[in-house]
């Protein structure tokens, strides 16, 4: 993997599934000082989330992980977030909330080359971009495999994260990939 431009963002990251991963608490027992951890529980109601947000918050600092609150660049302030993640479909509205809240830092979904290159319009602090590999929550999609992916994240001004199908074997593979990072879901957590 190439060298973050980026150097206060983590190089592994964690990103919560609602549906597979309810409690994301355990699993934060588990990472290794400085991985960022991605809040997702879109579907979550607002109180519930937040609730979950201020659990997780408190169990990052105390852990040394970088928490990311998905979508809700408030929230992410609220509790004290180190930054937000944005799915593909805010990421337009980077620009102005960076200003609205200079302090965080930022990614964005990213999941074909139109995508990307409208991500790094709005020059988010990395791109995390899939599905790499076959992903059990993706499964008819179809994959950029890490040819494609290296010549896209080689091409590109924003570092690149790469999500989807990440286990120690596919982390591998991306060896050298100009790859600034990973991320997953079942590759790190607990029952995964």
Not at 19 to 25: A, E, K, Q, T
Not at 54 to 75: H, T, W
């Given at each position: ?48 989330r ?12 105390s852990?040394r ?5 998905a979508?809700?660049?408030?929230l ?22 960076r ?19 409208r ?5 988010p ?23 494609r ?18 286990t ?8 050298g ?8 879901i ?7």
């Amino acid at each position: 993997m190439r060298a973050r431009a980026h150097a206060c963002l983590p190089g592994l990251f964690l990103m919560t599934d609602a549906d597979r991963m309810r409690d994301p608490l355990p699993v934060l027992e588990t990472l290794a000082a400085g991985t960022g951890v991605i809040l997702r529980h879109y579907e979550w109601p607002r109180a519930q989330r937040e609730s979950l947000a201020r659990a997780v918050a408190i169990r990052c600092a105390s852990r040394r992980l970088r928490l990311f609150i998905a979508a809700d660049p408030y929230l992410a302030q609220r509790v004290g977030a180190f930054g937000c993640h944005l799915p593909e479909r805010l990421g337009g509205k980077l620009p102005a909330w960076r200003r609205l809240f200079p302090r965080l830092r930022w990614t964005i979904a990213a999941h074909g080359e139109k995508s990307m290159i409208r991500a790094r319009t709005s020059a988010p602090d990395a791109i995390i971009l899939s599905p790499v590999f076959t992903t059990r929550s993706h499964k008819s999609a179809r994959t950029l495999g890490v040819l494609r992916f290296e010549a896209w994240a080689r091409r590109s001004s924003v570092p690149v994260i790469a999500l989807g199908g990440i286990t120690g074997h596919t982390a591998r593979r991306l060896a050298g990939s100009h790859a600034a990072g990973l991320a997953a879901i079942s590759g790190l957590s607990v029952n995964g």
